[in-house]
């Protein structure tokens, strides 16, 4: 008989709390830069806390991974009260917490410890981060959680629109939508996650425009693949955020769709009033 399965994942993926704690999942906090104090994401500053600051901030924030210890200190722990952990993180492409978490299974040297990398953040992050907590909630085991883990991340994907790339590009995260920069002054970027990086998807003339176009890319990708899940998240947009939404559910009558704020981290480098969706479909 397999051990039970503890999940962890980092604070980017913007779970709501109350399914973190329905699932037992174990967020590992990211951390914001700024002014010279450092927060914890999503613990020492909230989202709404942020949204708000970042408005009129003279100055930017930036952001840091977690540590080997900060992985190590949660993995020896739920090593110790006898599960096999699963930490499904950021993309590799985004940020180092992958390393740190790496770095920690080899100071622990335990092999009942999977990482899997997630190849994005957000809510795509998220969803692979719960359905293999719900999977290890029925009893799956170590492998079985992982390969859910996976087999979502080839199903999901992540489309968003920025009202400036100029965060994106500071921070470094900007993809291949660099050659975008400098040129979008009077449109509105949509972009995706793929292949683990920001990537350019189109081009809107106008804000107004940004929500039926997006609502139409997740519609025409998703078609008949069920069940479906999906996330709609914002920077402080929320007015948006909740028609975007209503717009989907009517369109697509999801088994699950979640509404959020994306965590302080991630805002760091969208910046305010941006809008996201996550799907994940057919598994």
Sequence with gaps: MSKPVAVVTDS?????????AEYNIHVV???????????RDGVDIT?????????????????????????????????????????????????????????????????NIALVDSLSTGMETG?????????????????????????ARDHSGFVLMVPTLEFLHRGGRIGGASRWFGTVLRIKPILEVRG???????KVR???????????????????ARPLRLAT??????????????????????DESLFGMVSPVIGTHVGPHGLGIVYVAGV
Aim: hydrophobic content about 45%; some cysteine.
């Design 233 to 254: 998240l914002h920077t402080g947009a929320e007015e948006e955020a909740r028609a975007l939404q209503a717009q989907l559910e009517g369109r697509l009558s999801p």
């Design 12 to 20: 980017t993926a913007s779970l709501p709390p109350d399914l973190v």
């Design 196 to 202: 683990g990086r920001v990537e350019p998807l189109e």
């Design 127 to 151: 969803f692979h981060a719960l359905l293999a907590a719900r999977a290890a909630a029925e009893g799956a085991s170590l492998a079985e959680c992982r390969a859910i883990a996976e087999s």
């Design 206 to 224: 106008t804000r107004k425009k940004v929500i039926q176009r997006m609502a139409d890319i997740v519609v025409a990708r998703v078609g008949d």
């Design 47 to 111: 989202p709404e806390d942020f949204y708000r600051r970042l408005e009129h901030a003279k100055t930017l924030p930036t952001s840091s991974q977690p540590s080997a210890q900060d992985f190590a200190d949660v993995f020896r722990r739920l090593l110790d009260e006898g599960y096999d952990v699963l930490a499904v993180v950021i993309s590799s492409k985004m940020s180092g917490t992958l390393a740190s978490a790496a770095q920690a299974k080899e100071m622990l040297q335990a092999d």
């Design 29 to 39: 906090p990211l951390q914001v830069i700024w002014e010279g104090k450092a927060y």
